[in-house]
């Protein structure tokens, strides 16, 4: 009896692990950009943090809510600033953001167009 409610427990703890387990990896975008898996894993860590205390801003998630050319397979979804590239003159040229769900889930990678606000002319990154 001891044995079975042991294994039970085993079961149930490592079926939660696995669920909490979240795996990175790089995103191939425009410009020949790659965005590493610990810079998807420091956006996505912001995420997870911001969803799960909302108080510490009032209008969220709203202000961060994609509302873009581009249709995620989750509605609502929210974008987290990556990184971005910059012209000669260091004046931003293009944007990458990391999707995610309103549990946090990663919906993928998406990058502005050259010059382009948010929204306007994105695309997914592979």
């Not at 995103?27 to 943090?49: F, G, L, P, W």
């Not at 953001?97 to 929204?119: E, H, N, P, Q, V």
Request: aromatic fraction near 10%; proline fraction near 3%.
């Amino acid at each position: 009896m001891h044995s079975n409610r042991l294994l039970s427990s085993l079961g149930l703890w490592l079926v939660s692990t696995i669920a909490v387990v979240q795996c990175y990896r790089d995103y191939n975008c425009a410009q020949d950009m790659v965005i590493s898996s610990a810079d998807v894993r420091a956006a996505h860590e912001r995420a997870i943090s911001r969803i799960n205390n909302p108080s510490t801003d009032n209008k969220f998630p709203i202000n961060i809510q994609y509302r873009g050319n581009i249709t995620p397979t989750a509605n609502p979804a929210y974008y987290w600033y990556v990184t971005q590239l910059t012209d000669s003159q260091g004046r931003a040229g293009m944007k990458y953001y990391l999707l995610t769900s309103a549990s946090g889930d990663i919906l993928g990678m998406i990058s502005t167009g050259w010059g382009r606000d948010l929204g306007t002319s994105d695309t997914w990154c592979t």
